[in-house]
């Protein structure tokens, strides 16, 4: 289980509304990038997604291989 804390939860909240993403199903998932980087893409949740929620909406999707 990957621990999220209040700030972060209110900065990806935030992030998802810049981006425009308005369907609360959708967050941000947490990918591997180039360079031993990270990245955040829009998605939808699948099944073996760690899902962490905000006020009622997805705002971050984890990979059971990436958590």
């Known amino acids: 289980m ?3 804390t209040d700030r972060a939860r209110e900065r990806l909240l935030q ?4 981006a425009r993403m308005n369907q ?3 967050g941000f998932r947490l990918t591997p990038a180039a360079h031993d980087r990270w990245g955040l ?5 699948s099944e073996n997604d ?11 999707l984890i990979d ?3 958590a």
């Open 2 to 4: 990957v621990a999220v």
């Open 15 to 18: 992030m998802k509304s810049w």
């Open 24 to 26: 609360p199903e959708l």
């Open 41 to 45: 893409v829009p998605d939808e949740p």
């Open 50 to 60: 760690e899902v962490v929620e905000h006020a009622g909406s997805t705002i971050l």
């Open 64 to 66: 059971a291989d990436v």
